[in-house]
């Protein structure tokens, strides 16, 4: 069961499970501990930014969770664009993220976003399931941490 969920602490606080393995199974730089901006993400749902997807199972229990960004491009106006911040699904869970990916562009792109831009973790690389949904490789990313 798909749906788009409004952040709130509730909500959090039933997600800090599975963030906590995500930034334990794919985070590269752990020099810094997991510490959301918890208000930066209910400023931007309340504003409108924000598109909080969530996967639970017949029970209810949340399985897996993605989050975007939606703004207008900066170079190209007309273009209505969302950006992911994060998307996971519990390892025990997983299986359904092509459907889970699939629902959420048909979701955005009823509201009228034009393009869909996935960062690909090199420590959980789901690349191959992008490509079988039609995404195309666009740009690559290098990160060095300084401090």
Not at 19 to 25: C, G
Not at 59 to 83: P, W
Request: charged share 25%.
């Amino acid at each position: 069961m798909y749906q788009r969920e409004q952040f709130s602490d509730a909500l959090y606080s039933e997600l800090r499970p599975i963030i906590t393995e995500q930034y334990e199974k794919i985070c590269h730089f752990k020099h810094a501990p997991l510490n959301p901006n918890l208000a930066v993400y209910k400023k931007s749902d309340e504003a409108g930014y924000l598109r909080f997807y969530t996967a639970r199972n017949d029970e209810g229990e949340l399985c897996g969770y993605a989050t975007f960004f939606v703004i207008g491009n900066l170079h190209q106006m007309d273009s209505k664009r969302a950006s992911h911040d994060s998307i996971y699904v519990l390892k025990s869970k997983r299986g359904f993220g092509h459907q889970f990916i699939r629902w959420m562009d048909e979701q955005l792109k009823a509201e009228g976003i034009d393009v869909v831009f996935h960062s690909v973790n090199a420590l959980h690389d789901f690349s191959h399931i992008l490509k079988r949904l039609g995404y195309e490789k666009v740009e690559t990313i290098y990160s060095r941490r300084l401090q």
